[in-house]
């Protein structure tokens, strides 16, 4: 089972920026898809972006193209998703999730950390 813990949350302006991490521990990391997910207050948890195992291969929910980016250090079995330009519509808690698979296919994710708040001021 492996466990993961985001941070990097918080209270920020419309158009600022803010970096989420996402430590996995517990089993392999390296081989495996990681992703990040969010869920706004009344609304369903959704895709946000998604990155394959060796980083070749990356996903974004079209809202956050061209403002989010994701990463992964697979040394340091973490990975990122840097905002930026951050809207006042990107509040959500944030989940990083955890794929068996090596690529990103829908609907494998699974192994959710506890989320972090994000919350956008306008």
């Known amino acids: 089972q492996v466990q993961l813990v985001e941070s990097g949350g918080g209270l920020v302006q419309a158009g600022g920026s803010l970096r989420l991490s996402c430590a996995a521990s517990?089993?392999?990391?390296?081989?495996?898809?990681m992703g990040w997910f969010r869920q706004a207050p009344g609304k369903e948890r959704e895709f946000v972006a998604g990155?394959?195992?060796?980083?070749?291969?990356?996903y974004y929910k079209d809202s956050v193209k061209g403002r989010f980016t994701i990463s992964r250090d697979n040394a340091k079995n973490t990975m990122y998703l840097q905002m930026n330009s951050l809207k006042p519509e990107d509040t959500a808690v944030y989940y990083c999730?955890?794929?068996?698979?090596?690529?990103?296919?829908?609907?494998?994710?699974?192994?959710w950390g506890q989320g972090t708040q994000v919350t956008v001021s306008s």
């Open positions: 999730a955890y794929s068996p698979s090596s690529r990103v296919v829908p609907g494998s994710f699974g192994s």
């Open positions: 990155i394959s195992w060796n980083s070749d291969t990356k």
């Open positions: 517990g089993r392999t990391f390296s081989s495996n898809a």
